[in-house]
């Protein structure tokens, strides 16, 4: 009997050890298991040791289940159990709430100019290999999402936005491998991948446009071709109508063997694809399920409002009055060549494609100020389009410091939130490969504040690659000149055009073309300030741009910057506020010195809502180095010491 007493016991003793062991297994491969796509890894971000409290359990004395006198394992794994429910129930709750709102309004987005970011293969270019050896600077960074410029088949003649391959990657960036390798990496890393789609032209050396030229069917209408209007005194054929190329000077080009001229709106090139030929909408949507297949988060689609162009070439665009260069892509009205109707269907059939796979992200450039043009890009609550157009607001807006005051960024800022579609969501651009850097156009003493416009507004921020570190526009010679765009306007005026003074290496450190390159000379020179702007300098200094890039990250996954709301207390000539407030929320107040002075800014006074006299400083721009500012300090907000272009973070107390 005794016996048979202890085997039981022993028997259930043992049934309990296995339980307390499967549910610890199970606890940890809950915590490891990575995370069904479209959903961001927060666990990676912050180890479970740092966010949990530990607790020493002394089994004797612990609880006592088998009541004979001392502590238990029963016991341990009773307690766990209830432990175990609660976490489980959270983890509940908190997946509900991630559902709601989409992993991209919830991460930034980071441009990456593929030949410019890293060069491992010592080409004097960058390359996919480059790229995915930083992904730990990039996680550490706190972006979320990768968006890739063009890496396919290319002749470069527009830095592959020329392309002749939509499928294949060029070899100066790599190879299928080595993408894949790329978008496996970050998936790991819990950062998406997203791919520039260039759906308007393709490369002259495209197989289908040779085919075109030869009229090889089905390609024979796969470009927009004309026959000339006649010929001109010295026997030149006349092109159908005015229009131009945004490259400046006739958007057509005479193609000898066709006998007819083909319509390009970028470089000759480049020919725009016929959108209304159903085989090319056809092949454009293999290009994205191609790409879809091996496993993007999403899609940045080029110079879409150039999809169409009215069927009737006969239509000449009217002049802009005023316009004084004829060859300039300004002086049209372009009525006929942008923006058409039909665009929009061509969106919404993608973005149909795109929701046959889940969470995928649209973003579309749309390149013009005309407001309601803009926001038709969005859809509506039946018909959804792009998740959002880029705003462009702050590139067109801050194009100097001329007319830089806290009333002119509010206007600015509030021209898109403003106008805002019920339900849509906003996103942030600084700059990127086809402007100069922010830093050169408004002033290095402003980097950190408009990273904290961009990364705290309500929207989704999207950085160009050395933004963070506040890459400056780096001298390019004529004789060093590449950018398409500058070489077509000569010497005499290259530099009021090229893009290639934004698109220099990534300055990683002091060493050698800035730690990016091995080669002897690289594709663009590299900025020398990068002996002292370089990530490297940046991490070991105490205070830096990319510092503060790093806290506004961790800072901006507070729900407060994710879902809360926005007001512009203070808008003066020398500041520009805004403040994110949310139930049972930590509020926040951002504030913004827009002049070039020093000032002392009396924010009680000047505020149109009711402020706390004191809020503590979370985080401030990197040239101040005032101890009264120092972060964790309280500051009085009616006498608030602000450096020239400053930016401050300040959290209001509980209770506002
Ligand atoms: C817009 C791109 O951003 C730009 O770099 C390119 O030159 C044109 N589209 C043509 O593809």
Same mark, same amino acid.
């Given at each position: 009997m005794g016996r048979t007493a202890n085997t039981t016991g022993i028997l259930f003793l043992l049934l309990f050890f296995m339980a307390f062991f499967t549910t610890i297994i199970y606890l940890f491969s809950r915590s490891f298991r990575s995370e069904a /796509? %479209?959903? /961001? *890894?927060e666990e990676l971000a912050v180890p479970f040791w740092k966010t949990n409290i530990i607790l020493q359990v002394y089994p004797r004395s612990l609880?006592?289940? *088998? =009541?004979?006198g001392t502590g238990d394992l029963v016991a341990v794994s009773v307690v766990m159990d209830v432990r175990l429910k609660r976490s489980l129930s959270d983890s509940h709750r908190k997946t509900a709430k991630r559902k709601k709102q989409p992993w991209w309004q919830r991460e930034i987005i980071y441009q990456i100019y593929p030949r410019s970011?890293?060069?491992?293969?010592?080409? %004097?270019t960058g390359g996919l290999k480059g790229i995915t050896s930083k992904v730990d600077y990039l996680r550490d960074l706190g972006v979320g999402v990768v968006w890739l410029s063009p890496i396919y088949?290319? /002749?470069?003649?527009d830095f592959g936005y020329d *392309?002749?391959? @939509?499928t294949a990657i060029d070899p100066i960036f790599g190879n299928m491998e080595e993408f894949e390798e790329l978008v496996t990496t970050f998936h790991q890393y819990g950062l998406k991948v997203v791919m520039d789609f260039v759906p308007n032209h393709s490369s002259d050396q495209h197989e289908w446009f040779v085919k075109s030229v030869k009229q090889e069917d089905p390609y024979t209408d796969y470009y927009i071709w004309a026959n000339s209007k006649g010929t001109d005194d010295s026997g030149s054929p006349i092109p159908p109508n005015n229009w131009l190329s945004v490259f400046r000077g006739s958007a057509w080009e005479w193609n000898e063997e066709r006998g007819q001229f083909y319509y390009h709106? @970028?470089?000759?090139e480049q020919p725009d694809l016929n959108f209304r030929s159903q085989a090319v909408k056809e092949e454009m949507k293999t290009v994205l399920k191609f790409w879809l297949e091996k496993g993007v988060d999403g899609f940045r689609v +080029?110079? *879409?409002?150039?999809?169409f162009e009215v069927e009737d070439l006969s239509l000449d665009e009217p002049e802009v009055p005023?316009?004084?260069?004829?060859?300039?892509?300004?002086?049209? +009205?372009?009525i006929y060549t942008t923006?058409? /109707?039909?665009t929009l269907n061509v969106l919404q059939e993608w973005r149909h494609l795109l929701d046959q796979y889940p969470d995928k992200l649209l973003m579309v450039?749309?390149?013009?100020?005309?407001i309601d043009v803009l926001m038709?890009?969005?859809?509506?609550? =039946?018909i959804p389009l792009a998740d959002f157009p880029f705003n462009f607001l702050l590139i067109e807006r801050l194009?100097?410091?001329?007319?830089?005051?806290g009333e002119y960024l509010r206007d600015a800022v509030g021209l898109w939130l403003d106008n805002l579609p019920d339900g849509k969501w906003a996103s942030w651009v600084l %700059?990127?490969?086809?402007? %100069?850097r922010v830093s050169s156009r408004v002033g290095e003493d402003l980097v950190d504040a408009l990273n904290m416009l961009n990364l705290l507004l309500p929207g989704t921020p999207v950085t160009y690659y050395g933004e963070e570190i506040g890459m400056q526009n780096t001298f390019i010679s004529w004789e060093d000149t590449q950018d398409p765009l500058g070489c077509r306007w000569g010497p005499e005026h290259y530099q009021e055009y090229s893009r290639d003074p934004a698109r220099t290496p990534m300055q990683w450190d002091n060493s050698n073309f800035a730690g990016f390159s +091995?080669?002897?000379?690289?594709w663009l020179p590299v900025n020398p300030n990068y002996k002292t702007v370089n990530v490297a300098a940046q991490i070991m200094a105490q205070a830096s741009h990319l510092k503060v890039y790093q806290e506004l990250a961790v800072l901006r996954k507070d729900e407060v910057f994710l879902k809360g709301n926005v007001t512009f207390p203070i808008i003066t000539e020398d500041i520009f506020s805004f403040l994110r407030f949310l139930d049972n929320s930590n509020w926040y107040l951002v504030v913004i010195n827009t002049s070039q002075r020093s000032v002392e800014a009396n924010l009680l006074q000047d505020s149109i809502q009711e402020l706390p006299h004191k809020a503590t400083v979370v985080l401030r721009s990197t040239s101040d180095t005032s101890e009264s500012t120092q972060p964790g300090l309280e500051v009085p907000l009616d006498k608030l010491p602000l450096t020239s272009g400053e930016g401050m973070v300040l959290l209001l107390p509980p209770g506002n």
């Open positions: /796509p %479209g959903e /961001p *890894i609880y006592d289940a *088998i =009541t004979d970011f890293l060069d491992v293969k010592g080409k %004097g088949a290319s /002749p470069m003649k *392309i002749s391959n @939509f709106q @970028f470089l000759a +080029d110079a *879409i409002l150039h999809l005023g316009s004084e260069n004829p060859e300039d892509y300004a002086s049209l +009205d372009h923006d058409l /109707p039909e450039e749309v390149y013009t100020d005309k038709k890009y969005y859809g509506n609550e =039946t194009k100097d410091r001329s007319q830089l005051t %700059g990127n490969h086809d402007v %100069g +091995d080669a002897s000379e690289t």
